[in-house]
């Protein structure tokens, strides 16, 4: 097997990520590490996304969802373990479990009904449930309504992994990462995995040589919220804290702008994407510019925005196109 | 050549906003022929297909196949009994490679397909019927590039590759040789000789020159009624169809 440009700087880019905590204590900054690590989360939640946009052509409009329900496991168990001594509620074990097969099955319900619709339909009704969600969140005063609520232990994982140390937990994000890029290679390449990309390209025909689309899709709806539920359990690790804002639709959006900055039907890509989309944030809105009073790095997304219209102009594939073999036809 | 009846159309109907698309059709595809359906445009042959597929519901009328009645089957079940259609437009995936097309079809009929885990690209089970069928439609030395750019001619081989995947009991092919050139037409009949040796199909077709010569009966449709079902011999002698719609091409 010969080893192509694309897989060496892709190959690059995962070393240069594996090593990041030993070069940010060398360098002596540990905020990159942090945000880094809230990168690779994002990722790991495009990377879900993904498989429904890139691979299934299912725009869903409502991902963050299933990043808070994951997030908000982490954050309730907590609070009981902190206010009420359920020391159960705290075992990172547990909590792993509530998260993934909860996520899975709101992913489940609003699946089932959303893929009964088509197009437009689809993106409006899945981004009406996570905002059902966003709105229950909001008005639950125990969990703290809509200041949120704060984490004041971390996910208790039995000795096994310290989340409290910042570097084990940035390594159980990283090798989530890795794992969950390995997970998207199997099962785009899967039998499953075809019947997703078939569907996309030609449901009509997918009908005619006698498949029915509707319960792979749904499977892969459900794969994606569970997917996406673990990436909230660890957001709610990193952060310390969990607000119904990460589950607004607007974050919805930022997991979809992702996954168009690094490019569709990409395995790579979202991970391109959530790494660009970030570190575009974070420098833009620290331009050091004054004009007229008006610092410019608070209006970064006045920026931002004709960028995301130039990319999805004139690269298609986000990130992607500018790799070397890259696919020219889509 | 048995003579048991493979597809029995009863008083079929579809209705399209007072528009009647499928008048009270009755029609019987005997196993083993090749029964041609002929109409001028707006006949309601494509609609007679959708009927019998299932992408479309019917508004009265039952359809028999195999012995079976198809009013409650969907579209993907009447797949699985053994109805096959090709498209009047080119209907593929074009962001796959040939093989792939035909492979995803053979996939369909090998069990369900939640597995999640095995490579799918190199599994011989889907690869080897898929290069023998393309091997029947000349398509091999193709197998490994993009479908998108085979020629139109290839595309509708493809198309007809991809129901043949599906380990058809009946072909129904609208019209294969839409848009094709005269060379490729005449290809494209040759191998529908071949075929109809193995297959039952049910054809529609605007060359007449092909029907003519390949189908052993033909139905005449207008206004989505049979007018006249018989064979090459007795439709281009039939007064009726001259009338409706041969002229004097017959």
């Known amino acids: 097997m010969s080893i192509s440009p694309r897989l060496l700087i892709n190959s690059a880019l995962l070393i240069f990520l594996a090593a990041l905590p030993f070069l940010t204590d060398w360098a002596g900054d540990s905020f990159y590490t942090g945000l880094v690590a ?24 409502g991902h963050a969802a299933y990043i808070g329900v994951g997030a908000y496991v982490v954050g309730i168990g907590a609070f009981h373990a902190f206010e009420d001594g359920i020391d159960w509620m705290l075992n990172g074990y547990i909590q792993l479990v509530i998260a993934l097969l909860g996520s899975a099955f709101i992913a489940l319900i609003i699946g089932a009904i959303s893929l009964r619709t088509r197009g437009v339909y689809f993106i409006m009704i899945t981004m009406a449930f996570s905002q059902m969600l966003y709105f229950t969140a909001v008005g639950v005063e125990t969990y703290g309504a809509d200041d949120g609520l704060s984490i004041y232990s971390r996910s208790d994982m039995l000795g096994l992994i310290d989340l409290n140390d910042e570097k084990s937990l940035y390594y159980l994000i990283f090798i989530s990462l890795l794992v969950v890029l390995y997970l998207m290679h199997r099962l785009v390449g899967s039998a499953f995995g075809n019947v ?25 709806f459900v794969i994606a919220g569970a997917i996406a539920g673990y990436a909230g359990f660890l957001m709610a690790n990193l952060n310390d804290f969990v607000s119904p804002d990460v589950m607004h639709w607007t974050r919805s959006g930022d997991l979809i702008i992702m996954i168009l900055l690094g490019g569709m039907a990409s395995l790579f890509g979202p ?14 809105s620290s331009i050091p510019l004054t004009i007229g009073g008006l610092h410019v790095g608070e209006y970064w997304q006045l920026i931002f925005g004709p960028l995301l219209i130039l990319i999805v102009l004139y690269a298609r594939n986000g990130v992607d196109s500018f790799l070397p073999g890259a696919r020219k036809n889509s | 050549m048995t003579t048991r009846d493979l597809l029995v159309i009863k008083n079929l109907v579809k209705r399209y906003d007072g528009l009647l698309a499928t008048d009270d059709l009755s029609l019987t595809v005997r196993e083993g022929e090749l029964h041609a359906i002929i109409g001028p ?17 019917s508004d009265g009328g039952q359809v028999t196949f195999a012995g079976q009645n198809l009013k409650r089957l969907s579209e993907p079940e009447r797949s699985h009994i053994g109805l096959a259609r090709s498209f009047q437009i080119t209907s593929l995936f074009q962001d796959f490679t040939v093989l792939e097309n035909v492979c995803l079809a053979v996939q369909a009929h090998s069990g369900h397909s939640f597995r999640f885990w095995k490579k799918i690209n190199d599994d011989t089970t889907l690869t080897e019927p898929a290069l023998d069928i393309l091997r029947q439609m000349g398509l091999e030395p193709r197998a490994y590039i993009a479908t998108s750019s085979l020629s139109h001619g290839e595309q509708r081989q493809l198309e ?77 002698n039939n007064e009726d169809v001259r009338q409706a719609y041969l002229g004097e091409e017959a």
């Open chain 2, 41 to 57: 445009n707006g006949a309601g042959k494509t609609t007679l297909i959708k009927q019998l597929t299932g992408e479309i519901p």
């Open chain 1, 196 to 220: 997703i990309r078939g569907s996309k390209s030609n449901e009509a025909r997918m009908r005619a040589i006698g498949f029915s689309p509707y319960k792979y899709r749904l499977t892969a």
């Open chain 1, 271 to 284: 991970l391109y994407g959530a790494l660009a989309f970030l570190m575009l944030e974070e420098m833009l």
């Open chain 1, 38 to 61: 809230r990168i690779l989360i994002l990722a790991i939640a495009a990377l879900s996304l993904n498989l429904l946009i890139g691979y299934g052509g299912m725009v869903s409009f």
């Open chain 2, 160 to 236: 007809i590759a991809v129901a043949l995947a599906t380990k058809p009991k009946l072909l129904l092919l609208d019209e294969p040789m839409a848009g094709m050139s005269q060379e490729d037409s005449e290809k494209l009949v040759e191998r529908l000789n071949e075929l109809k040796q193995r297959y039952t199909i049910l054809l529609i077709e605007h060359d007449m020159d092909a029907v003519f010569s390949l189908a052993d009966r033909i139905s005449v449709l207008v206004y989505g009624r049979a007018i006249a079902t018989g064979t090459p011999d007795e439709i281009r």
